[in-house]
């Protein structure tokens, strides 16, 4: 079962995340900055008991293509994090997640004007790169980096508002 996560569940996104992320940076300090932005907003997967096996987190941010140089600004959507307890992988969790976070996203992305849905993904984590492929995310840039300098595919897919 998927649901909204509440305040009561940060903790164990920002554990969950930070464990599975350890390789890329301080998630247990970015993580926390993200929850507190009022544009963000997470889900967990449950088991029957309401315990949680994975979680996404999803961004809407107000961007500017400009850089500063015009009064243009566009809503723009991030998938910030998706990550499945080692336990609960490969068991179609993670894909659930995504196609759950995706239907939000297409489902706003009308009134909102968002025209894609992006991620950062590791250069080296090809599991993960299968799955957003297969939800139709192609590789708009391969040459990011994360914050421990790790190299990164930046991925993109269009929103079409149609579910
Ligand atoms: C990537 C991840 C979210 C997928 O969740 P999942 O529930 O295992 O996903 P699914 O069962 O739906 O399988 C989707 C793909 O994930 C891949 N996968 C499974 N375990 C994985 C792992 N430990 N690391 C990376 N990819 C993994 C599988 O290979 C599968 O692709 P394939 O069927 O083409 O082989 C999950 O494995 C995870 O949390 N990994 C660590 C954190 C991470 O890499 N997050 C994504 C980057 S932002």
Same mark, same amino acid.
């Given at each position: 079962?998927?649901?909204?996560?509440?305040?009561?569940?940060?903790?164990?996104?920002?554990?969950?995340?930070?464990?599975?992320?350890?390789?890329?940076?301080?998630?247990?300090?970015?993580?926390?900055?993200?929850?507190?932005?009022?544009?963000?907003?997470?889900?967990?997967?449950?088991?029957?008991? &309401?315990?949680? @096996?994975?979680? #996404?987190?999803? %961004? +809407?941010?107000?961007? =500017?293509?400009?850089?500063?140089?015009?009064?243009?600004?566009?809503?723009?959507?991030?998938?910030?994090?998706?990550?499945?307890?080692?336990?609960?992988?490969?068991?179609?969790?993670?894909?659930?997640?995504?196609?759950?976070?995706?239907?939000?996203?297409?489902?706003?992305?009308?009134?909102?004007?968002?025209?894609?849905?992006?991620?950062?993904?590791?250069?080296?984590?090809? &599991?993960?790169? @299968?799955?957003? #492929?297969?939800? %139709? +995310?192609?590789?708009? =840039?391969?040459?990011?980096?994360?914050?421990?300098?790790?190299?990164?595919?930046?991925?993109?897919?269009?929103?079409?508002?149609?579910?």
């Amino acid at each position: 079962m998927i649901r909204r996560a509440e305040v009561t569940d940060h903790p164990w996104i920002i554990a969950t995340g930070a464990e599975a992320y350890h390789d890329l940076g301080d998630y247990t300090r970015i993580l926390p900055s993200w929850l507190e932005q009022p544009g963000v907003l997470a889900w967990l997967d449950c088991d029957l008991q &309401g315990r949680g @096996r994975g979680f #996404a987190m999803l %961004g +809407f941010y107000m961007e =500017d293509p400009t850089g500063g140089a015009g009064p243009a600004t566009q809503v723009v959507a991030d998938l910030l994090a998706l990550a499945v307890l080692p336990a609960y992988q490969n068991r179609g969790i993670g894909t659930k997640l995504l196609e759950y976070v995706i239907d939000v996203a297409e489902r706003v992305a009308p009134s909102s004007k968002i025209g894609s849905l992006r991620l950062t993904v590791s250069e080296t984590n090809s &599991g993960a790169q @299968r799955m957003y #492929a297969r939800a %139709g +995310f192609r590789i708009v =840039d391969g040459s990011a980096t994360y914050d421990r300098g790790q190299r990164a595919l930046r991925m993109a897919r269009p929103l079409t508002g149609k579910t």
